[in-house]
């Protein structure tokens, strides 16, 4: 399996991450200060825009086309839900902290969407049915074990069990996804490490089998399962 290379002082950070909390409720300078020093990690090329208002992608080239999510795999009812879809549907809304694997956190972020749940129910998912693999827009030319494009995997136990909170959000802040937070739809899992959060989701895999995701792929030193450590989560 092919790693991507990591600097002695990132792998630390990372290793040491995996223990040791960092708080992000910090001034805004110092916010400015640690996204400058942890970048938003978006390895996909090629991304189109989004409008949430016309529910159209509009692609590098020019070339624009509605955005569709699709729900596949084991499932008994194969479901093709444009934008305007997804938002006739139940919506929640919640505020939630992400953590990130490098260390730094985020909190009280307020979200809107629809539970998978919902999704799954809809797409009427078979009883043999494990696992959901995430995929994204945009592509990976070098992605490891030959991924063309970004994927995430997570258990279907945890992302219908109502005390993980996981989330196919639509809204940040009660606004359209921008496009750095992952227009027009993403993963919120607020209990794992925020890697497992994928951005520009637009389609859904129902299996049986787990698969490793990207980072997952690229570098084991990113587990397939990424709880959040006990100790860096806040009290109730």
């Not at 994928?198 to 990207?214: M, Q, Y």
Request: include cysteine; aromatic fraction near 8%.
């Amino acid at each position: 399996m092919p790693h991507l290379p990591f600097s002695p002082l990132r792998r630390a950070l990372l290793l040491g991450a995996l223990t040791l909390p960092v708080s992000i409720a910090l001034p805004a300078p110092a916010r400015a200060a640690m996204r400058r020093a942890f970048p938003t990690r978006t390895v996909e090329q090629d991304l189109p825009a989004f409008s949430a208002r016309t529910g159209m992608l509009e692609f590098p080239d020019g070339t624009d086309a509605p955005f569709v999510l699709r729900i596949d795999g084991l499932v008994r009812a194969p479901a093709a839900l444009a934008y305007a879809d997804l938002t006739a549907l139940p919506q929640v809304e919640q505020t939630s902290d992400m953590h990130c694997v490098e260390g730094w956190s985020v909190q009280n972020i307020m979200w809107g969407g629809v539970r998978l749940k919902t999704l799954l129910e809809l797409a009427q998912a078979e009883e043999a049915a494990r696992y959901v693999v995430f995929h994204a827009l945009g592509a990976t030319p070098r992605g490891p074990d030959g991924l063309r494009a970004y994927v995430e995997c997570m258990s279907i136990a945890d992302l219908t069990d109502p005390a993980q909170d996981c989330l196919l959000a639509l809204r940040i802040g009660g606004a359209p996804l921008p496009h750095d937070r992952g227009a027009p739809a993403r993963l919120v899992a607020p209990y794992q490490l925020a890697y497992k959060s994928i951005k520009f989701v637009h389609r859904l895999e129902v299996t049986r089998e787990a698969r490793d995701g990207w980072w997952t792929a690229a570098n084991p030193i990113y587990p397939r399962n990424a709880p959040v450590p006990k100790r860096r989560l806040r009290a109730p």
